[in-house]
């Protein structure tokens, strides 16, 4: 799409030409520690179901581990570690895997996998734990889960992630983006569009070919849509209904055709 | 007592209230007189000391021009915005323009910061809870209207800071008050908190269970509170004085507050007895020098056709919030009514009709939300609590692109924390920084969005245009407050550079703020280490 949104208006200033390659995959960016880690596993993942390597998977041990700051701190540096590994895991992993549910879970599966991961990873359970580093890693984690869970539970933005990450670019399509809002717009433009016509001649003539093909009267309705066409020659819509409509007559034809031939 | 202790405040607009947490339990704290609420009122005495609360509003006639009150509706706003201009209009006290068009209250040959003003109301707050515990506090969540945007939050935040606070976390209003009704009661509901305030509307959609608080939608208006209530009943004061007698109280700024003040106490009276008498003696004298009185009559029917447009406008929100949460008014379990103003019979039934529920009796909706804050600051200072709260960000973040268009990044009522990354890449040959802008708001077209600030990347790798790629990383952090991070992944280097949107004050300005705030001797109070040097 050419809509191009550029990081600048003013012509003097440096201007930062954005998004580009809009839905792109965003390669993992928070800065800082998760990146070491992070790198073997950009691989495309042909992992399983759930690929559950680690330890103690999130949320498995919900009331035992985690929550606990007593039990976290002694534990720092293999805490560390655990978190560093569970972040890696995360990048190859698709949301469904990161709240640790099937593919089909329904929204109250999915509200209760957040609910759970909560409970182990809010940043608000480890407010007091003295050790920053850690408590970075823990809000990376979170912070990856309340994605996760805001596109799940969104139906539109499930539907078309799913659809993404079934696709060949799974790899890339890990993290959702958001359609850009002026293509969206664009989209929704060209459809209501295609609706209701951009011109008046051409919505009169297809009104009364959707009329015709609705008493079946074939020709009368090729003949209405094609005006339509002639009208709005790039209306998807008007030449689909047509084609219809050509369909059947072709249909009617044959059928004739058969009947008058002698056997 | 515990040696750590975190208090709760509702940083009002008109009114402040604090809380503290007291065997498990929240608990609003007295000041000496045993007032509930102070008022967020600052008024600057002549002896340069400062009186703050209740006493101060007693000033808001006397001393006009060196009180400051309703600083709320003022902070983390620019300059050129219409909030400030209105509030030019009718506030007694100087505002003046400061550096990067913020707002600065110009008092006695003296410029404030707005977060300096809100510091010493926090201040205030601050030797009250610890005249009251008789143990320093030095801690605090501090609460803010749901639909604050990034500035107010930084702006509040930098108040605590001034204050001498460690300000543990912003949380919401609404979810506060959520938070004082629902907590261990093991409840399974959606509720609506209503919240009028002095100066903000406010309303949130939430789930609440055992130990999780999810805000499901929140929505509100910035422009619309309990002032404007005030505002009508004196227009109407005004207009009916103008058509007596030829005399327009507006014009007199003296007048304006004692019409202000008999607003205040009218609307107020309404509520309580359906009726209001007001009477302002000696609110201004005629070209003949005779002084004149202000007389009038209030009936309730006649206030609710005043008001009757302000609240419908609340459920214009009520509608968006519904609509971003999935729901209709049916699917609301209880109704929670938050801020004075919601004790208005007409806002009460209002809300009534719309929700088809009676509003929960029981809540004092001018505590409720401190105390909330009290168990926020509670459970964050408790190892493995076991609440928590997931909050959504109120607004949409936007980046700035050609042509004074925005390209949304994260979508509003999206749970926080959260972060998300775009790409960006360079426009010219050997272009060495990028500027981004960023915004908060709904509109694609960036002068209806409010800027939430402008920040230049540099230091990455010099190249040819479209050939680096800097990664640009949004995140909204538990506070609800953005930072902005760059990185330039194309050499592998992680070159990044974090940026908190500032407020408008710089480090310096908040350092040398709260040394001010420190030596700011506030009046009626005792302050403990002169005790001694007092002469016997």
């Not at chain 2, 608080?213 to 619309?224: C, H, K, M, R, S």
């Not at chain 2, 709260?389 to 936007?398: F, M």
Request: charged letters at 25%; glycine letters at 8%.
């Amino acid at each position: 799409m050419a809509i191009p949104p550029k990081g600048s208006g003013k012509p003097p200033k440096p201007a930062a030409k954005p998004p580009t390659l809009s839905p792109a995959a965003p390669p993992r960016s928070v800065p800082g520690k998760a990146s070491p880690a992070a790198e073997p596993s950009a691989t495309p993942p042909p992992l399983p179901r759930m690929p559950t390597v680690d330890p103690t998977p999130a949320g498995a041990r919900p009331a035992t581990r985690p929550p606990s700051i007593e039990a976290v701190r002694p534990a720092a540096p293999t805490e560390g570690a655990r978190l560093d590994a569970l972040l890696a895991e995360m990048e190859a992993q698709d949301y469904f895997q990161i709240l640790k549910v099937q593919k089909g879970a329904s929204p109250a599966e999915i509200k209760r996998a957040f609910y759970k991961g909560s409970r182990a990873y809010h940043p608000d359970r480890y407010y007091q734990l003295p050790d920053l580093e850690l408590k970075e890693k823990i809000n990376l984690v979170y912070k990856r889960m309340t994605e996760a869970y805001f596109v799940l539970r969104d139906d539109a933005k499930r539907t078309r992630y799913v659809a993404e990450i079934e696709g060949p670019e799974r790899a890339k399509k890990l993290r959702f983006t958001e359609a850009s809002e002026t293509e969206t717009k664009i989209a929704a433009k060209k459809q209501a569009e295609e609706e209701i016509g951009t011109t008046p001649k051409g919505r009169q003539f297809y009104a009364a070919g959707i009329a015709e093909i609705e008493a079946q009267r074939w020709s009368a309705a090729e003949r209405s849509l094609k005006m339509a066409v002639t009208y709005e020659p790039s209306n998807a819509r008007y030449k689909e209904k047509l084609a219809e409509a050509q369909q059947k007559i072709y249909e009617e034809m044959k059928q004739k055709g058969e009947a008058f031939k002698i056997k | 007592m515990a040696d750590n202790i975190a208090i709760g405040i509702d940083l009002g607009t008109s009114y402040s209230c604090a809380a503290v947490v007291q065997d498990g339990l929240p608990m609003v704290i007295p000041n000496e007189w045993g007032d509930l609420t102070h008022a967020s009122v600052v008024s600057f005495l002549e002896n340069d000391s400062v009186l703050v609360g209740n006493n101060a509003k007693k000033n808001i006639i006397t001393n006009s021009e060196c009180t400051v009150y309703s600083a709320k509706r003022l902070i983390g706003r620019y300059y050129f915005s219409d909030e400030v201009k209105k509030a030019q209009a009718v506030m007694p006290y100087q505002i003046v323009e400061g550096e990067n068009n913020s707002v600065r209250i110009l008092v006695r040959d003296r410029k404030y910061s707005l977060p300096e003003i809100s510091a010493l109301v926090l201040k205030e707050v601050k030797e009250i809870a610890e005249t009251y515990l008789g143990q320093p506090v030095k801690q605090a969540v501090v609460t803010v209207p749901a639909y604050f945007n990034d500035n107010q939050r930084q702006a509040t935040k930098d108040a605590g800071r001034i204050a001498g606070l460690e300000v543990l976390r912003i949380i919401n209003e609404p979810t506060a008050a959520a938070l004082a009704y629902g907590f261990g009661k093991a409840l399974n509901q959606k509720i609506v908190v209503y919240d009028l305030g002095g100066g903000t509307f406010d309303i949130s959609i939430l789930e609440i269970g055992k130990e999780v608080f999810e805000v499901l939608a929140t929505a509100g208006d910035t422009y619309l509170g309990g002032d404007d209530f005030d505002d009508r009943i004196m227009s109407w004061l005004a207009e009916d004085f103008l058509a007596k007698t030829g005399l327009d109280l507006r014009e007199n700024k003296y007048c304006l507050q004692m019409l202000k003040d008999a607003g205040e106490r009218a609307k107020i009276d309404v509520g309580q007895n359906g009726t209001a008498d007001i009477f302002c003696g000696g609110i201004c004298q005629d070209p003949q020098g005779k002084v004149m009185d202000l007389r009038a009559t209030l009936k309730e029917e006649q206030f609710n056709k005043m008001v009757g447009d302000l609240v419908q406008r609340t459920f214009k929100v009520c509608d968006e919030a519904l609509q971003s949460a999935r729901m209709t008014a049916s699917d609301i379990d209880a109704v929670i009514l938050v801020g004075g103003p919601t004790r208005l019979p007409v806002v009460r039934n209002g809300v009534k009709h719309y929700f088809q529920k009676e509003p929960l009796e029981g809540i004092n909706p001018d505590q409720v939300v401190a105390m909330g804050a009290a168990l926020q600051a509670n459970t964050l200072l408790s190892a493995g609590a076991d609440t928590f709260l997931v909050d959504v960000t109120p607004l949409s973040l936007r980046v700035g692109t050609v042509g004074g268009y925005t390209e949304r990044i994260i979508e509003k009522n999206t749970p926080i924390p959260i972060d998300k990354s775009k790409s960006f890449t360079t426009s010219r040959d050997g272009q060495e920084k990028v500027k981004i802008r960023v915004y908060q708001g709904e509109s694609n077209k960036a002068e209806e969005c409010e800027m939430l600030g402008e920040f230049e990347f540099s230091g990455f790798r010099v190249g040819y245009r479209g050939e680096v790629k800097i990664d640009v990383t949004f995140e909204i952090n538990t506070d609800g407050i953005v930072k902005v991070s760059a990185t330039d992944l194309a050499t592998g280097k992680k070159t990044s550079t974090t940026i908190s949107l500032s407020s408008g004050l710089s480090e310096a300005d908040i350092q040398r703020s709260i040394q001010s705030n420190q030596a700011t001797q506030l009046a009626g109070h005792a302050d403990p280490s002169s005790l001694p040097a007092l002469p016997g």
